[in-house]
């Protein structure tokens, strides 16, 4: 195990002979987890092949672009033809690692993870792939989301991704959680004329959607959802649907 300084890693840069080009975007995505404290001592390596760099440059790349040092282990006196066999595996997402520890429904739960920082983030665009350490950020900060997605399972609500209501459950849960069954329950299997017209209105405007030519994207689904949540809440009556472009994205209330 070696620290990886800025410096030392452009000195092993300067060993990389024929390594395959550099994927700025998994550089960046590296830098990330380096800036924020995830980097982990994980048990990849870099690796040489005498004085060749065969593995390892993103790494390198991404502890000179954050200027900051890391702990890798380093493997030297690799036979040059196991460069083909470096990296050949599947990889590992945030829902395997959400399952290894122990944690139910992992892939939902990942999944609703995501949609929670979607959220945050005001569903603002992002290419980016979040990472496996985020993922078990947000779970680890949010405890109640578990349980937020077993709920939604049981429901077997299909009028809306499990991400999206498991994400939007857990929310609106903090504030009422008695609503918040309500309102999912009712998605799933259809509403109580005293649950009210807004609720009903929103059920119908789902299941519209899923044979609609014209496609919705999530975002603009939760939206819709969390529209409906909030008239209900403020006693309000809500039957028409829109997003438009540019509009704010409500808070939950």
Known sequence: VETITPDKAMKYLEMNVHNRPIHQKHVDFLVEEIKNGRWKLNGSS??????????????????????????????????????????????????????????????????????????????????????????????????????????????????????????????????????????FEGLAHGFQPESGETFLALREKLIGLLTATTYVKGPSIAIFIIKAWNAKRDGKYLRVFRHAAGEEIPKIK
């Open 46 to 183: 870099i690796v040489f092949n005498g004085d060749t760099l065969i593995d390892g440059q993103h790494r390198l790349w991404a502890v000179i672009t954050a200027a900051m040092p890391i702990k890798s282990i380093v493997v030297r006196g690799v036979d040059e033809g196991a460069f083909a066999t470096i990296d050949t595996g599947v990889t590992r997402t945030g829902g395997d690692v959400l399952g290894i520890m122990g944690e139910k429904n992992p892939a939902n739960l990942a999944a609703a993870a995501r949609f929670i920082v979607a959220y945050e983030n005001k569903f603002k665009s992002d290419r980016k792939r979040m990472a496996n350490t985020k993922v078990i950020e947000v779970v680890k900060k949010n405890p109640g989301l578990s349980e937020s997605v077993e709920f939604i399972r049981r429901s077997k609500c299909k009028v809306v991704s499990k991400a999206i209501a498991a994400g939007l459950h857990y929310l609106m849960a903090k504030k009422d959680a008695a609503l918040a069954n309500e309102l």
